[in-house]
T-cell receptor, first 111, second 112 residues
Framework: NAGVTQTPKFQVLKTGQSMTLQCAQD?????MSWYRQDPGMGLRLIHY???????DQGEVPNGYNVSRSTTEDFPLRLLSAAPSQTSVYFC??????????FGPGTRLLVL | TQLLEQSPQFLSIQEGENLTVYCNSS?????LQWYRQEPGEGPVLLVT?????EVKKLKRLTFQFGDARKDSSLHITAAQPGDTGLYLC????????????FGSGTRLSIRP
């Protein structure tokens, strides 16, 4: 039981490049979410999903896309990276939104 | 947009002292969580509260949910250096079900 896994751990992008942050969980959780955390700050909700095929926007969805084709996977796509998207990205999952397990994070630097 | 205010932002105290961290909203929570995060790691869930007036204890940590379900507190008794970290509250409101919004956190430092 690996819990919530995120890849890559660290990524450097140039402005305008696109990429996908991967998130997977093996706990059969219906609820999954993506957050970003800027230095010294709390977490801000980007997108979330209450089950396969269902996604919705969080607080800061602009510039990001998600899909949930399976229960296990919830990838986050950056369409055209900007320096403002430099952050640490956390994926989380849970049987319900109020009991989430977080992954180790992906550190993204956009130059 | 729902706002969740957490205070204080920073707290540095001596080992053995007690402390309280607060989390407030102007709207009624349907549920509220407290997380702890260590540097370089993801947050770890400490507790979830859903009932007004609810009190939960986790060793030296006591969590209280306000009667009106608009506020919560985390009290640590006899703080130890191992309690150092970022404490985050997170809430869900009836008006925005399934969205968990985090506060900005309280960075706690315990001096030996």
């Amino acid at each position: 039981n690996a819990g919530v896994t995120q890849t890559p751990k660290f990524q450097v992008l140039k402005t305008g490049q696109s990429m996908t942050l991967q998130c997977a969980q093996d706990m059969n959780h219906e609820y999954m979410s993506w957050y970003r955390q800027d230095p010294g700050m709390g977490l801000r909700l980007i997108h979330y999903s209450v089950g396969a095929g269902i996604t919705d926007q969080g607080e800061v969805p602009n510039g990001y896309n998600v899909s949930r084709s399976t229960t296990e996977d919830f990838p986050l796509r950056l369409l055209s990276a900007a320096p403002s998207q430099t952050s640490v990205y956390f994926c989380a999952s849970g049987f319900a939104e109020e009991t989430q397990y977080f992954g180790p994070g992906t550190r993204l630097l956009v130059l | 947009t729902q706002l969740l205010e957490q205070s204080p932002q920073f707290l540095s105290i001596q080992e053995g002292e007690n402390l309280t961290v607060y989390c407030n909203s102007s709207s009624v929570f349907s549920s509220l969580q407290w997380y702890r995060q260590e540097p370089g790691e993801g947050p770890v869930l400490l507790v979830t509260v859903v009932t007004g007036g609810e009190v939960k204890k986790l060793k030296r940590l006591t969590f209280q949910f306000g009667d009106a379900r608009k506020d919560s507190s985390l009290h640590i008794t006899a703080a130890q250096p191992g309690d150092t970290g970022l404490y985050l509250c997170a809430g869900e409101w009836y008006s925005s079900a399934s969205k968990i919004i985090f506060g900005s956190g309280t960075r706690l430092s315990i001096r030996p």
